[in-house]
């Protein structure tokens, strides 16, 4: 399939499109810019400096994708925007690139991002992750594997939600959210069990649920200060990879680990 960019698109002379990539009626796409095969953009999208998307992608209309951090802190300093393959960005999506801090926002593979997102500077999204129109992500904010973030809510700087966890919509999202877990509301923002209708269409077993409960458990309802409720844990459960997940998860010294790109460059 040839390249096809529309004769009212603009693109930078230095900017590097893959094979079979369309660019659509006044797209603009800046000379720092690389976009991988088969890729799409559609009409009036901009990509700006620094943004390096994947192949296979689809990128609707209006959307803003590597423009300059919304943070006072900024100073023009040289960051990137790193989108995977497959990845769809739908309308009016803005993606904000790093900043000094991390020097890039990351979005994985394999993601829906739907109507009027924002992810503020030096994000991480993981791979297949689905979040629904209009949620507001302030900067460094990580959204891992398989995660799901429901329509309009708005996640606090530095918040971390885990793997095959959900965000209900309208929520005030300004606790970490564990893995496996639903967690919601606007008022008081707090954890609502696991998200089992996730976990069953992920293709967990009932022997893997109940062991992630059995560790909740644990962690929320035993009464112990989160360090020994932890050790308990390690020392009474049986390490599957769900356990060692969830593990993972409180350990302080991998949380502070933003730097991890969630897919292969």
């Given amino acids: 399939m040839d390249t096809c960019i529309h004769p009212t698109a603009v693109v930078g002379s230095k900017a590097e499109?893959?094979?079979?990539?369309?660019?659509g009626p006044y797209a603009v796409i800046e000379d720092d810019v690389v976009i991988g095969d088969n890729t799409a953009i559609g009409p009036h999208?901009?990509?700006?400096?620094?943004?390096?998307?994947?192949k296979e992608c689809r990128v609707f209309a209006g959307a803003v994708l590597s423009t300059i951090p919304q943070d006072l802190k900024f100073?023009?300093?040289?960051?990137?925007?790193?989108?995977?393959?497959?990845?769809?960005?739908?309308e009016y999506v803005t993606l904000n690139r790093g900043t000094k801090a991390n020097g890039e926002t990351v979005v994985g593979s394999d993601?829906?991002?739907?109507?009027?997102?924002?992810?503020?500077?030096?994000?991480?999204i993981?791979?297949?992750?689905?979040?629904?129109?209009?949620?507001?992500?302030?900067?460094?904010?990580?959204?891992?594997?398989?995660?799901?973030?429901?329509?309009?809510?708005?996640?606090?700087?530095?918040?971390?939600?885990g793997k095959y966890a959900m965000v209900g919509g309208i929520s005030r999202a300004s606790?970490?959210?564990?893995?496996?877990?639903?967690?919601?509301?606007?008022?008081?923002?707090?954890?609502?069990?696991?998200?089992?209708?996730?976990?069953?269409?992920?293709?967990?077993?009932?022997?893997?649920?109940?062991?992630?409960?059995?560790?909740?458990?644990?962690?929320?309802?035993?009464?112990?200060?989160?360090g020994n409720a932890l050790?308990?844990?390690?020392s009474e459960c049986e390490r599957t990879p769900e356990v060692d997940e969830v593990l993972r998860f409180f350990d302080t010294d991998a949380a502070k680990r933003k730097c991890i790109r969630p897919f292969k460059s």
């Avoid at 629904?132 to 996640?155: I, K, M, R, T």
């Avoid at 050790?231 to 390690?234: A, D, G």
């Fill in 231 to 234: 050790e308990k844990v390690q």
């Fill in 111 to 124: 993601n829906l991002i739907m109507a009027y997102v924002h992810a503020g500077h030096d994000c991480i």
């Fill in 175 to 226: 606790l970490d959210v564990p893995p496996y877990v639903m967690a919601g509301g606007h008022e008081t923002f707090r954890f609502e069990g696991l998200n089992l209708v996730g976990l069953k269409r992920r293709g967990f077993s009932s022997q893997q649920i109940d062991t992630i409960r059995d560790v909740y458990r644990i962690i929320f309802q035993s009464g112990l200060l989160l």
């Fill in 75 to 90: 100073e023009g300093e040289k960051t990137c925007l790193l989108v995977g393959d497959r990845t769809v960005i739908r």
């Fill in 126 to 161: 993981g791979n297949h992750v689905i979040i629904a129109n209009s949620v507001q992500f302030g900067g460094h904010c990580e959204v891992e594997d398989y995660a799901v973030v429901g329509g309009l809510a708005g996640v606090h700087q530095f918040v971390r939600i």
């Fill in 17 to 23: 499109i893959g094979e079979g990539v369309t660019i």
């Fill in 45 to 54: 999208v901009q990509i700006a400096d620094g943004a390096r998307l994947g």
